[in-house]
Nanobody, 120 residues
């Protein structure tokens, strides 16, 4: 069983930065891609960023150039550095372990989510 625990959310102002962390336990962390997703009130959950086992990354167009995903396999942790935050980034952010080593896998396991609120 995989457990994912997110941390780092909070209330910030427009233009501020936050770094989310997701600590994993369970199956071999380094063998799977990881992803960050978010869900705003009244909207569907969407993919924000993903990172493969070999550190290939992809991003949603809405966050390219502002967000950076990274992973530390020794710590079994994936990060999401969020810079130049905007009110439209407000959402619950979820970490997921994907089903494949590559970023095209589907989410297999989810964390509990962490709230990010950006005030204008």
């Amino acid at each position: 069983q995989v457990q994912l625990v997110e941390s780092g959310g909070g209330l910030v102002q427009t233009g501020d930065s936050l770094r989310l962390s997701c600590a994993a336990s369970g199956r071999t962390f380094s063998s799977y891609a990881m992803g960050w997703f978010r869900q705003a009130p009244g909207k569907e959950r969407e993919s924000v960023a993903a990172i493969s086992w070999s550190d290939n990354t992809n991003y949603a167009n809405s966050v390219k150039g502002r967000f950076t995903i990274s992973r530390d396999n020794a710590k079994k942790t994936v990060y999401l550095q969020m810079d130049s935050l905007k009110p439209e980034d407000t959402a619950v952010y979820y970490c997921a372990q994907l089903s494949l080593p590559t970023v095209d896998g589907r989410p297999d396991y989810w964390g509990q989510g962490t709230q990010v609120t950006v005030s204008s």
